[in-house]
C-alpha cells in the first residue's frame, strides 16, 4: 500500500470517528457522498463543532470559505488529505 492511500485511509478512519464520538452518528451511515445536513441531519452548529475537533486533530485551519464548501464526508476527507501534513 503506498503512503497517499494509507494516509487517505487514516485519515478516513479518524475523520469517521470523530464524528461518530462528537454527534453518534454511526459509522455506516457516513458514506462519502453523505451531505451532513439533507443525509446526517446535522445543523450548523454540529458542523461548526465538528470541524473544530477535526482541526484540532489534524493541526490545521479550515477557513469560513473552505467550511461552506465542505458539505460531505467525502469532501472534508479529501480536504484534511490536502491540507494535513
Known amino acids: 500500500m503506498n503512503s497517499v492511500v494509507s494516509k487517505q485511509s487514516t485519515i478516513t478512519s479518524k ?3 470523530i464524528f461518530h464520538e ?3 452518528i454511526d459509522e455506516s451511515a457516513m ?3 453523505a451531505n ?3 443525509d446526517l441531519g446535522l445543523d450548523s452548529l454540529d458542523v461548526l463543532e465538528t470541524f473544530m475537533a477535526l482541526e484540532k486533530e489534524f493541526g490545521i485551519k479550515i477557513s469560513d470559505e473552505d467550511a461552506e464548501k465542505l458539505t460531505t464526508v467525502g469532501s472534508v476527507i479529501e480536504y484534511i ?3 494535513a501534513h
Open 31 to 33: 458514506a462519502d457522498t
Open 22 to 24: 462528537k454527534l453518534g
Open 81 to 83: 488529505t490536502q491540507h
Open 15 to 17: 475523520v469517521k470517528t
Open 36 to 38: 451532513f445536513h439533507t
